[in-house]
Nanobody
Framework: QVHLVESGGGVVPAGGSLRLSCAASVSYFSLYAMAWFRQAPGKDREVVAVITYSTVTTYADSVRGRFTITRDNVKDTVYLQMNSLKPDDTAVYLC??????????????????WGQGTQVTVFS
């Protein structure tokens, strides 16, 4: 069983920054692909960033250059550094995990484990 707990959300003005964390309770964390998704009211869940077991990263076009995903395999934690935030970034951000040594996965249906989410609100 994998348990994911997100933290770090909040309310910030446009142009501000936040750092999200996702702590995983799992054996062999390093073998998991980790991802951040987000879901705004009335919209589908969308991928924000993915980091594979080998630390290959992938970003949504809307966040590339502003967001950075990293992982710490000692602390079993994945991070999302979000800079230059925009009101359109407002959403619930969810951490997801799947045990995978394969290619990058961006479809939420490919992930087996999810956190409860953390709210990010950006005001103009």
């Amino acid at each position: 069983q994998v348990h994911l707990v997100e933290s770090g959300g909040g309310v910030v003005p446009a142009g501000g920054s936040l750092r999200l964390s996702c702590a995983a309770s799992v054996s062999y964390f390093s073998l998991y692909a980790m991802a951040w998704f987000r879901q705004a009211p009335g919209k589908d869940r969308e991928v924000v960033a993915v980091i594979t077991y080998s630390t290959v990263t992938t970003y949504a076009d809307s966040v590339r250059g502003r967001f950075t995903i990293t992982r710490d395999n000692v602390k079993d934690t994945v991070y999302l550094q979000m800079n230059s935030l925009k009101p359109d970034d407002t959403a619930v951000y969810l951490c997801a995990a799947v045990r995978s040594l394969g290619t990058t996965r961006t479809d939420p249906n490919e992930y087996d484990y999810w956190g409860q989410g953390t709210q990010v609100t950006v005001f103009s």
